[in-house]
């Protein structure tokens, strides 16, 4: 699915995802908040904010950031934010696999549950790293497919209809970091039946060897 698609999806997803997936989600929205570690002051970006069900979790003294490329979802988010009463929120309609902010904008990169809907999540995690200062930190929390052989068969067998209901089932862990310019310190497995992912990564692109000239 290209962009426009999953912003349609998850356009029709708004009204009810709050209801379906908030319970299930949570989990992994503690542990992050858990391991965020923010200090006042820092930058943080929060890639798909969805309905913004995460907003409460965030430190006020930070300034954070909120992109989806849903519109239905931000609207939710803003309201939200007009309930928490948070002044320290910006949110924007933004294509995470091309971002507008400028090199190392950002000292805390945040990603939950978006890089299997991501329709090209290695661009997307590119352009994550792009904006993170370098040594800042990155934190994906994702399903990934699981080290067992038979269910991982199962999950690239549904995975053609999984992407019709905006997402995809046979990321692996491997995939989505290799090549990418950051170094893995945690990988916390979450509930439920930990089927989810904690991915805490350090923003390593300075240690990068330079391209051969």
Not at 156 to 170: F, H, M, N, T
Request: glycine share 8%; proline share 5%.
């Amino acid at each position: 699915m290209d962009a426009r698609s999953i912003e349609r999806v998850y356009d029709r997803y708004a009204r009810f995802y709050d209801r379906v997936f908030g319970g299930v989600f949570e989990p992994g929205r503690v542990a992050a908040a858990e391991g965020l570690e923010v200090r006042p002051g820092d930058r943080v970006l929060e890639v798909g904010i969805g309905t913004g069900l995460a907003l409460a979790r965030y430190p006020k003294s930070c300034q954070l950031v909120g992109i989806d490329v849903s519109e239905g979802m931000l609207t939710r988010a803003a309201r939200q934010v007009q309930s928490l009463g948070l002044r320290n929120v910006q949110l924007l309609r933004m294509d995470a696999q091309a971002m507008a902010f400028a090199d190392d904008t950002f000292d805390v990169v945040v990603a939950a549950y978006v890089m299997t809907v991501i329709p090209d999540f290695r661009r997307a995690l590119g352009e994550m790293a792009r904006v993170c200062r370098p040594g800042g930190r990155i934190l994906i929390i994702n399903h990934f497919t699981n080290r067992n052989r038979l269910v991982r068969m199962v999950e690239r067998a549904i995975s053609p209809v999984c992407e019709r209901l905006g997402w995809r089932s046979d990321l692996a862990i491997d995939d989505l970091l290799v090549g990418a310019p950051l170094r893995l310190v945690r990988n916390t497995r979450l509930a439920p039946l930990g089927m989810w992912h904690l991915l805490d990564c350090v923003n390593a692109k300075c240690d990068a060897p330079s391209p051969a000239a």
